[in-house]
T-cell receptor
Framework: RKEVEQDPGPFNVPEGATVAFNCTYS??????FFWYRQDCRKEPKLLMS???SGNEDGRFTAQLNRASQYISLLIRDSKLSDSATYLC????????FGTGTRLQVFP | DAGITQSPRHKVTETGTPVTLRCHQT?????MYWYRQDPGHGLRLIHY???????DKGEVSDGYSVSRSKTEDFLLTLESATSSQTSVYFC????????????FGSGTRLTVV
């Protein structure tokens, strides 16, 4: 079983839609969590950290449920430019990456 | 920008040859990492370094070695390249230490034929 699991998608949504990605992690000792964004043939870039209290950055909201070992990312009012792969990441003593969920936003 | 560059950007090499990839940072960060990314596996840690001459293995270290003789350079060597090492290799630095987010280089696409 992978330490961090994500639905690979792809999620195909129209512009303006709300889309949610989910992720589960297996190591209860994981301390911190992140979402990264990776564009095609580019390096991953940090999108946001994830906190138990939930955090929001513009159209993006991340949530952590430690009891269920579950992380989510909500994107509201999707833009064409949101098309990318979103990587869920958990930190134990090192960062462990999920395989990513691909999002395609169409006009 | 964190000032991290990888070289070369692309390389094709033959099976059995040694290959060295270079990661260079300009901002004196202590922690550096080498990952490989493959379809269906995501990013997997090969080796990492927490200071000059201080390195440790990641989950997929077999067939790879690293060196860090200067803070700014972290070298990854494929001792005898195999086709299974065809991959995209990313170097990363940790700006805040292991508990913070990482900044990645642009990657090296390595093909072993």
């Amino acid at each position: 079983r992978k330490e961090v699991e994500q639905d690979p998608g792809p999620f195909n949504v129209p512009e303006g839609a709300t889309v949610a990605f989910n992720c589960t992690y297996s190591n209860s000792a994981s301390q911190s969590f992140f979402w990264y964004r990776q564009d095609c043939r580019k390096e991953p870039k940090l999108l946001m950290s994830v906190y138990s209290s939930g955090n929001e950055d513009g159209r993006f909201t991340a949530q952590l449920n430690r009891a269920s070992q579950y992380i989510s990312l909500l994107i509201r009012d999707s833009k064409l430019s949101d098309s990318a792969t979103y990587l869920c990441v958990a930190l134990t003593d090192k960062l462990i990456f999920g395989t990513g969920t691909r999002l395609q936003v169409f006009p | 920008d964190a000032g991290i560059t990888q070289s070369p950007r692309h390389k094709v090499t033959e099976t059995g040859t040694p290959v060295t990839l270079r990661c260079h940072q300009t901002e004196n960060h202590r922690y550096m990492y080498w990952y490989r990314q493959d379809p269906g596996h995501g990013l997997r840690l090969i080796h990492y370094s927490y200071g000059v001459k201080d390195t440790d293995k990641g989950e997929v270290s077999d067939g790879y070695s690293v060196s860090r003789s200067k803070t700014e350079d972290f070298l990854l060597t494929l001792e005898s390249a195999t086709s299974s090492q065809t991959s995209v290799y990313f170097c990363a630095i940790s700006v805040e230490g292991p508990s913070g987010g990482y900044t990645f280089g642009s990657g090296t696409r390595l093909t072993v034929v």
